[in-house]
């Protein structure tokens, strides 16, 4: 294995899951701008996810289907036959 090749600037930082709220600390090397307030009272960046395990049909066990910035109807309105 090649050495120095993984990041030695690990912190805080909070995911939030955008489809349902869910929110969790964990240690990473992204940056944001954002910051929120955790529960222990201290501020850490927020990195915004659009799907995460608490809302992946794969995980969830529901076919559930996450439409982020109208994706389905964008498609829909791309491919629809013309009239």
């Known amino acids: 294995m090649k050495k120095d090749i993984h990041p030695k ?7 939030k899951d955008m489809s349902n ?3 969790f600390l964990s240690r990473s090397t992204a940056s944001s701008k954002e910051t929120v307030k955790w529960e222990d009272g201290n501020e850490y960046p927020l990195i915004k996810l659009e799907i995460s395990n608490t809302s992946h049909p794969f995980y969830t066990g529901k076919n559930v289907l996450v439409d982020t910035a109208g994706r389905i109807d964008k498609f829909r309105k791309r491919y629809e036959k013309k009239k």
């Open 9 to 15: 600037a690990y912190k805080q930082v909070v995911f």
């Open 21 to 23: 709220g869910y929110s």
